[in-house]
C-alpha cells in the first residue's frame, strides 16, 4: 500500500505581525482606530447600563473584548462594501458607521468630534433600546440592525442566517459589475450551522466578492469549540471548499487589518471568496454584564489571561510606545468617547423630578399603532402597468398556448425585459428547461444570469435574499413545493420577516416559483402544496394561477412587484391549454384581484389553481347553478375580500373547494374570515372541500383518495343547497 498525503490547493495560514507592521501604519489612522476602540467599549458599557436599568427591552450582547477584530476588519472596508453579522454585531455596526461619517484625513488628535459620528452614535443606541429615532424604527433592537447607507444591509439573529445573505450581496455586486465586496462576521458557533457550509460553497462556487469573517470567541454560549467539533482549525471550513483561508490573532488591530488585506488582494487576483478566521474572546457572558465563570462554563484563570491581552488596555501602551499618543492625549480620547456616549443616552433618556432613575424621553417610543407598517408596500410600482383579464378578450384577439409553454416563455421574455433578473435553482440550467421545461431557453440565452445551484435551498434561497436587497430580482426555483421546509428558515425567517423587522421602506423583489405534483405518485414529501405555509408569513404575496392567461399576467406583476411573491406552478396544469393574448407577453392580471370563472346565484365556490376546473365541471354535472371564484391570490392581507364578499352576499352559501391535504390547505383560515365578515349574509354552514389528513402517497388508489376532486365538491354542493 502507497500513502500519499493531500494538500489543499489554495493558500491556508496563520497570520502574524510584528512591531514592524504596526509602525508602518500611519500614525493619524492609528489614533483613529485608537478612538473607535474606545467608542465601541464605552459604548458597550452603558448598553449594559442601560440595560440594568431596564430601558432596554431585551437582550443586549455586547462585544466586550471583540473590539480590535471589528475595527481592524473595517479599516480596510469603504462605505460602499457590505457587511451583515450575527446577534452580536454591536461593534461592527459601530465602526462601520463611524467610518462613514468620518473625513478623509480625519486625525482625532488635532480635529474636533465629527457632529455626524455623534449622530449615528446616538441612533445606534436608540435602535438598541426600541426608540423611534433607531435605524429602524426600533424594531430591530440589539440582534436586527440596519442602515443600507453605510453598507449594513442587515444583521440575522438566526445562526447562519447571514452568511447567505452576504453571499447573495456579492452576486449582485458581480452581475451589476460594482468593484466592491462584502463581509459576512459571525462566530464558531455559526460555522456549525448547514447553511453556513452552503453559503461558503456557492460564494466559492460563482467565485463571488465575499469574504467570511469568523469571530472565533471559542464558544457558542456555553459550549466550547472543543464541544462542537473535533476539528477545532476552524479554517479548515474555508480551505475545504477550495476557498483561500487565513487564521490571524483577533485582539491584535494590525494583524486583522493585515489579514483583511491580503484577503481583499485574493479577491481582486481570483474573484474572491475568502475566509478570515480572527481568534479573539468575548469576556462577558452570552448576553448581560456577568462573566462566564459566574454561569460555571470558564475558569477565572482562563479569562484573566485573555483579559491580559484586552486590546483596549494593550494598544494604548503600544501607541505611547511608537509616540503616536502619549498619556494626556489618550486620556482625552477616552474622555471625548465618554462624552459623545453619554450624549447619546442623554438624549435619549430623562430623569423624572421624583426619581435617581433614568426613563425614557417621552415620545421616544414608536406609536403603537404603526405596528404593521411596513410588512410589504402597496403595489405603486405596479400602477402604471397595463391589466388584461381573459373576459375583456375578444377570440380573435387570442390564441391557444398549453400553460408549461405559457411558464417557460414568460420568464424569457422577462429576462430579456430586465437585466437585473437572475434564475436560481437546482437543475434549471439542463435538461432542456429543468426537470419540467419551466426555463426552456434561459440558459441560451442569459448564461451569465443562470445560477444552477448544489441541492442546498436554504442557502441559495438566503443567497437570493441578499442579493435582492442590493439590486437583483432574483428568480428562485423550487423544485417541489416540499422543498420550501427545506428552506423555511430563509423562507420565513429572512425573506418573509425581513422588509418590516429593518423598519420598512424598501423592497425585497424575491419570486419563488414552486412546483406542486400531488398526483404525480411521487410520495408525501414530493407532493405538497405549500402556499397556506407562505400564508401564516405576511410579508408575501402568494399566487397560484389555474389559465396560462393568469399564469402569464400573474407571473409579469410578481416580476414587477418588490414584495416577495410565491408562484404556485401545479403541473397538473402543464399540459392543459387556454387562450392567451395574441403576441403579447408584457401585460400584468392584478395581485389581490379574483375572477368569477363561473357566473352563478344558487352559492359561492372559492376555489383555485387545479380545482378551478373540477368546480365548474361538478357545477355543471349537478345542474346546481354555483358561482365559481377562482382566488388567484391567496395571501391572507391579499386576497379579494371585496370581490368574495359581494358574491357571497348573492348567493348566501359558500363552499372551499381544495385539492390539497386539509392540514396544509388553506380552508380553515378562509372560513374563519368568511365568518368575520359575511356572517350575517350566510343561510348555511361554510363546507369545505380539500384531501384527507394524510399526504399524498404513492399508491394510485391511495394518491387519488387524498386528493380533493370533481366527486367531492359535487357531494358537498348538494348538501349546500339541501
Known sequence: MKQ????????????????ADWRAEDPAQLARWMEQLLLIRRFEEKILELHGQGLVHGPAHASIGQE?????????????????????????????LLNSALPEGYDPRRDAPVEAAGDLLRRAMAEIMGLQEGFCGGRGGSMHMRWAEAGIVGTSAIIGGNLPHAVGYALADKVLGRDQVSVAFFGDGTLMAGQSMEAINLAALYRLPVIFFLENNFYAVSTHVAEQTRETRLTTRGAMFGVPSVECDGMDLVAVRRAMQWARAQIRETGGPVFVEALCYRFLHQSGPLLGSQFGYRDKAEEEAWRARDPVARMPERLQAMGVLDAAGLAALDRRAHAM????????????????????????????????????????????????EAAALPATATVEKKY??????????????????????????????GVSGSSRGVVERFPERVFATPICENGFTGMALGAAVCGLRPVVDIMFGDFCIVAADQMFNGIGKFAHMFGGGFGVPVVVRARVSPAAGYGSQHSMDPSALFALYPGWRIVSPATPHDYIGLMNAALRCDDPVLVIEHQGLFQTSGPVPRDDLDYCVPLGRARVARPGQACTVLTYAAMVAPSIAAAEATGIDAEVIDLRSLDP???????????????????????????????????QEIQERCFDWLDAEILRVSGSEAAPVVSLPLNLAALGDQTRVEAALRRLVA
Open 341 to 388: 456616549v453619554e450624549a447619546a443616552a442623554a438624549a435619549l433618556t430623562e430623569l423624572p423630578r421624583d426619581s435617581n432613575q433614568p426613563r425614557i424621553r417621552a415620545g421616544a417610543y414608536p406609536e403603537a399603532a404603526r405596528v404593521d407598517e411596513g410588512i410589504r408596500g402597496d403595489l405603486s410600482e405596479l400602477r402604471g402597468e397595463r391589466f388584461v
Open 404 to 433: 408549461i409553454d405559457a411558464v417557460a416563455e414568460v420568464l424569457l421574455h422577462n429576462m430579456a425585459r430586465d437585466p437585473r433578473i437572475v434564475l436560481i435553482g437546482e437543475d434549471v440550467h439542463r435538461l432542456r428547461g
Open 68 to 96: 480590535a477584530g471589528a475595527v481592524g476588519a473595517m479599516s480596510v472596508l469603504g462605505t460602499a462594501d457590505k457587511l451583515n453579522g450575527t446577534h452580536r454585531a454591536h461593534h461592527q455596526i459601530l465602526a462601520k
Open 637 to 671: 392581507t391579499g386576497l379579494d375580500w371585496e370581490g368574495v364578499a359581494a358574491s357571497i352576499r348573492r348567493t348566501n352559501r359558500v363552499l372551499i373547494a381544495e385539492q390539497t391535504a386539509r392540514g396544509t390547505s388553506h380552508g380553515a383560515r378562509l372560513a
Open 4 to 19: 500519499t498525503d493531500l494538500t489543499t490547493t489554495v493558500p491556508w495560514f496563520r497570520l502574524e505581525v510584528d512591531e
